[in-house]
């Protein structure tokens, strides 16, 4: 079955630590997303890309960083600069908007909780 | 800039329905609605666009305000399984930013 998996599913870091997060999906999708969701609050986007070797920042990237050297791959590293880093995690993908016109939804991921402390 | 969802929160007894609004200070051409349970990921419910309305759900609807720059789910004789918070996203390209979310909770 296609789908996206983020893991690992829950993980702790100790202040000062970069991590990395990460989303794997074999829905053949060309875009790929990152949000970031508090307790009671909506999503976040960090960063997405929309091709390989390609990405953009979200509303709120800074202390993250991202890659996209494959289709498949878009991992998320939470760096020492990013302030506040626990929350939970959301990686998403889709059918890319760029050159067809049409809206396409997000696929999401279970997520992955970290906590730094 | 995020769009602004309205009610934050709905409470509601099996059966009664209820309408949840989504308003944006850009221009909008397309809106996005998920439901997310608590501790799951978000599931897609529709895409509404522009100029059109696209119906996801049997019993649940939307709508969609070009000039408002508005969008409203609206939730028909509700169901246990309807509880769960509600976001809608408006999209730019591939950009997808979704607002604070609406909480709704169905009781027996």
């Known amino acids: 079955d296609g789908g996206i998996t983020q893991s690992p599913k829950y993980l702790f870091r100790k202040e000062g630590q970069n991590v990395t997060l990460s989303c794997e999906q074999n829905l053949n999708h060309d875009a790929m997303y990152w949000y970031r969701q508090d307790p009671g609050q909506g999503l976040r986007l960090i960063y997405y890309?929309?091709?390989?070797?390609?990405?953009q920042k979200g509303d709120i990237a800074e202390g993250y960083s991202v890659s996209r050297e494959k289709k498949e791959s878009f991992p998320l590293t939470v760096t020492s600069a990013q302030k506040n880093p626990t929350a939970f995690y959301l990686c998403?993908?889709?059918?890319?908007?760029?050159?067809?016109?049409?809206?396409?939804?997000?696929?999401f991921g279970n997520g992955t909780r970290l906590t730094v402390t | 800039q995020q769009p602004v969802q309205s009610p934050q929160a709905v409470i509601l007894r099996e059966g009664e329905d209820a309408v949840i609004n989504c308003s944006s200070s850009?221009?909008?051409?397309?809106v996005h609605w998920y439901r997310q349970k608590h501790g799951e990921a978000p599931v897609f419910l529709m895409i509404l666009l522009k100029g059109g309305e696209q119906k996801g759900h049997e019993k649940i609807s939307a709508s969609f305000n070009e000039k408002k720059q508005q969008s409203s789910l609206y939730l028909t004789a509700s169901q246990l399984s309807y509880s769960g918070t509600y976001f809608c996203?408006?999209?730019?390209?591939?950009?997808?930013?979704f607002g604070g979310g609406t909480r709704l909770m169905v009781k027996p």
């Open positions: 996203g408006t999209a730019a390209g591939n950009m997808l930013t």
């Open positions: 998403a993908s889709s059918i890319s908007h760029s050159g067809t016109g049409k809206y396409y939804p997000l696929h």
């Open positions: 850009k221009a909008l051409y397309s």
């Open positions: 890309s929309q091709i390989v070797n390609d990405f």
